[in-house]
């Protein structure tokens, strides 16, 4: 990945985004961002095990069960482009 040409220091998230507004810092090293991505899947996981722990689900209403199901797939979508960053940046140090 490399950092975007309007702000030196920045890669975006997901690269094939061209309007992707999330990234993280360039000099990142791939462990922290494997526990970036760390902790965005353990938040998913939180967030779909208190749903799946609430007796009442069927009570929520669709908006905000909807905003749910949002939150867990743009979580896991941070996490799949953290993991891939983290995986590039081990390839980079290894060279």
């Known amino acids: 990945m490399q950092p975007s040409n309007s702000s030196p220091g920045f890669t975006p998230l997901h ?3 061209h309007n992707c507004l999330f990234g ?3 000099d ?3 462990t922290e961002l494997y526990d970036e991505a760390m ?3 353990h938040a998913a996981l939180g967030l779909l095990c208190a749903l799946g722990g609430t007796p009442h689900l069927n009570e929520l209403s669709d908006e905000p069960l909807s905003g749910c199901i949002q939150a867990v797939r743009l ?3 941070d996490a799949a482009g953290l993991y891939s960053a983290a995986w590039e940046r081990v ?3 290894a060279a």
Request: glycine fraction near 6%; proline fraction near 0%.
């Open 15 to 17: 690269s094939s985004e």
């Open 24 to 26: 993280f810092r360039s």
């Open 28 to 30: 990142a090293r791939a």
């Open 39 to 41: 902790q965005r899947q």
């Open 75 to 77: 979580l896991c979508g």
């Open 91 to 93: 390839q980079q140090e």
